[in-house]
């Protein structure tokens, strides 16, 4: 990489030309980027300390099969997989831990009798809105110096972020932006 003159960053200061090229191509790129790890980093801190403090309880990605299974209603395991992107042989661990624990139930398919339906039981659905309500008690203590102004605008650019991180991480990992950003060259075809 080099400066606007042309000349390569000192050693040591690499990172620090590269943010500053960053954030001129889009004023706080770099800010943004490193909330988002930061953030990252914090989640697993949580989740870490949440784990050791765990005695019979569930993983946060058990819970999402649960609470998918809720939300999306009686489902086979394989579409409540694809539902929650994972593959079915890690899903079907999982469900069978729900199933032993009765907070899931499997139900013959009226459909297809040989195949089963994942369905919540009212055991599981007692912990899935027992969990909701600790987490919106969470979150009100997160944001409880914010008005309710600030927290509006938060959530609708979180959900902008969230919906333009999702589509920009999908196309790079079709390879199309990647070559773009590995030769500085816009894409053939694009506006830039």
Not at 6 to 35: H, I, Y
Not at 137 to 165: C, D, I, K, M, N
Request: aromatic residues 4%.
């Amino acid at each position: 990489m080099t400066d606007q003159a042309g000349a390569a960053p000192l050693a040591g200061q690499g990172e620090e030309a590269f943010r500053a090229e960053a954030d001129g191509r889009g004023a706080g790129v770099a800010s943004v980027a490193d909330s988002v790890i930061d953030l990252l980093r914090t989640v697993r801190r949580s989740k870490a300390r949440m784990l050791a403090t765990a005695s019979d309880d569930i993983d946060s990605a058990t819970q999402m099969v649960l609470r998918t299974a809720a939300i999306e209603g009686p489902m086979r395991a394989s579409a409540l997989a694809a539902s929650v992107q994972s593959d079915l042989s890690t899903v079907s661990r999982q469900v069978a831990g729900l199933v032993a624990r009765g907070l899931l139930e499997r139900r013959a398919d009226p459909v297809d009798g040989r195949a089963s339906l994942l369905v919540v039981t009212d055991a599981g659905q007692a912990m899935i809105d027992e969990r909701e309500r600790a987490r919106i008690t969470f979150f009100e203590q997160v944001l409880s110096g914010w008005s309710p102004e600030e927290r509006g605008q938060f959530a609708r650019l979180l959900e902008r972020f969230t919906a333009a991180y999702d589509t920009t991480h999908t196309h790079w990992m079709t390879g199309a932006a990647r070559h773009s950003a590995r030769t500085g060259d816009p894409e053939e075809g694009s506006t830039e």
